[in-house]
């Protein structure tokens, strides 16, 4: 098993473009979730979702979208990437026992 | 939502030394976890303890439900202990409604 994959590891945008990060998991969880990491912070949680088609916004949703076709996949979609998202982004799954699994992370800067 | 406090924030250790980290949560938590995230950004699920004691190898954790804190034990330190602790956890079932981080601890294992 794989377990979560992120794509990219690592991405530049300038301000205002927009761009997804790719996560998906072999594990067959229902849950999947979205978090940032900023220094000196824990993670934080952006989006969240229960299963295919169920999404939730977390503590800091704003300027962020997220859609679960399918129980694999899990996008995060920066519409209009402003310097403030300049962060490390974290995916995750868990199943209904609740131990999370985290992807590698995706380091994004916006200048 | 709930708050999570981690103490201390920073600790530095001679290799061998033993630790204790602390967690403190606001309120009750359903789906308390520990996460070691190495120097080089991986996220590691340690413990799924929402209540009791638990050991893997060098590492335990116990769990006091009832008065809203969790304890992660350290023994023998190496120097590949480094790094940061996350605790973190919920108020709902599973993972749905994702996960609520303190800001962790640091660790340096000295050689």
């Known amino acids: 098993n794989a377990g979560v994959t992120q794509t990219p590891k690592f991405q530049v945008l300038k301000t205002g473009q927009s761009m997804t990060l790719q996560c998906a998991q072999d594990m067959n969880h229902e849950y999947m979730s979205w978090y940032r990491q900023d220094p000196g912070m824990g993670l934080r949680l952006i989006h969240y979702s229960v299963g295919a088609g169920i999404t939730d916004q977390g503590e800091v949703p704003n300027g962020y979208n997220v859609s679960r076709s399918t129980t694999e996949d899990f996008p995060l979609r920066l519409l209009s990437a402003a310097p403030s998202q300049t962060s490390v982004y974290f995916c995750?799954?868990?199943?209904?026992?609740?131990?999370?699994?985290f992807g590698q992370g995706t380091r994004l800067t916006v200048v | 939502g709930i708050q999570v406090e981690q103490s201390p924030p920073d600790l530095i250790l001679q290799e061998g030394a033993n630790s204790t980290l602390r967690c403190n949560f606001s309120?009750?938590?359903?789906?308390l976890q520990w996460f070691h995230q190495n120097p080089w950004g991986q996220l590691i699920n340690l413990f799924y303890?929402?209540?009791g004691t638990k050991q893997n190898g060098r590492l335990s954790a116990t769990t006091v439900a009832t008065e809203r804190y969790s304890l992660l034990y350290i023994s023998s330190s190496q120097t590949t202990d480094s790094g940061v602790y996350f605790c973190?956890?919920?108020?709902?079932?599973?993972?749905?409604?994702?996960?609520?981080f303190g800001k962790g601890t640091h660790l340096i294992i000295q050689p």
């Open positions: 303890i929402p209540s």
């Open positions: 309120d009750s938590v359903n789906n």
């Open positions: 973190a956890g919920d108020q709902g079932g599973g993972g749905a409604d994702g996960l609520t």
């Open positions: 995750a799954s868990s199943s209904s026992r609740g131990t999370e699994a």
